[in-house]
């Protein structure tokens, strides 16, 4: 049995469907009609994958980000080839994949969700079609539709089941139809993996293993769209032009909301927050990301301070210590009083004489 069957099905159905709607107010045998009902199967596909597509962005980010991370580590363990080394390197490798939320599978789930449905495409408009106009109904897709998609042509005699090497009673509109969407496919599949890989990441991100491999995926996508294209029906093209759009307007609109911290795209947003603030009246907002504050205090040095001893060495208890500081006062007094007597001097007869002297003079002044 064939494993795309349910997939071919869906697509074919998805198809009849956006024909039959734009069947109300277009020509159903014109072959924009038909290249409308792809371009609606192609929307629909992508709406349902926005999620996983949101997914891909921040985990290709968070790749990127983690990128000298995983080079300290792999510098870590160079050279070394024995089992717990190895294992200790995947663990760490792991650990920060797992703490900057990044998975290098991530990235590559809407591809691998759409190839299903790009193969059914092909089948349908490269096998199926031809077989139902020819009278071998496909499930939606009837005879007289399949005649309609198969005979319905745009732009002279070029119709979507033909291709660049086949290209049937089109001729060279038909190869130029194909060059036309090739190229225009290669040139925006370039420029969404130059946003995402140069503009949308921080500088620090653009060196190391996987910089270079993004890099290289920036060239080797559009090279891929050059070879296997010219092969492909006018239909799976304008599918595979139409999803490569979507990609680069969603990208922008997900790098131009959330960009990356210390990225050009970041740089932009806050200038064009500040310019929209000038227009108001505002005074522009700083962005300068603040310097890290540790969120305790450094703990300060204990001073030490030396126990009180007794000759013997024994610790004194804190009333031992009252007793001993109340006795030191206590002969420091006396040893003061024993000073001043032996220097001759008293506290009261001082007071006493300067008394007598005071009345002695009050008595003379009154004689």
Known sequence: MNPLYPIEWAVAWLMVQFHALLSVFMDPNSGLTWVLSIVGLTVVVRTLIIPLFVRQIRASRAMQMVSPELQAVQKKYKGKTDQESRQKMAEETMSIYKEAGASPFSS??????????????????????????????????????????????????????????????????????????????????????????????????????????????????????????PGMPIGVLIYWLTTNIWTFAQQYIVIRATPTPGSDAEKERHARINAKREKKGLEPLDFTPPKK??????????????????????????????ERARALRAKAAEERRQAQEAAGETSTPPAKSSNALNKGAKKKRKK
């Open 293 to 322: 504050v540790s969120e305790e205090p450094e703990a300060e040095a204990p001073i030490r301070v030396q126990p009180s001893k007794e000759k013997g060495g024994k610790k004194l208890s804190d009333q031992e210590k009252l």
């Open 108 to 229: 590559c789930l809407p591809i691998l969700l759409q190839m299903p449905i790009f193969f059914g495409l092909f089948r349908v408009l490269f096998n199926k079609l031809p077989n139902a106009a020819a009278g071998d109904a496909f499930g939606p897709l009837t005879v007289e539709l399949a005649q309609s998609a198969s005979s319905s042509t745009l732009l002279g005699n070029v119709t979507i089941a033909q291709s660049f090497l086949q290209s049937g009673d089109g001729g060279v509109t038909t190869k130029i139809v194909a060059g036309v969407i090739i190229a225009c496919m290669s040139a925006v599949t370039f420029f969404t993996q130059k946003e995402l890989t140069m503009k949308n990441m921080p500088k620090a991100a653009l060196e190391g293993p996987m910089a270079s491999t993004q890099k290289m995926m920036l060239y080797m996508l559009p090279f891929i769209y050059v070879i296997t294209g």
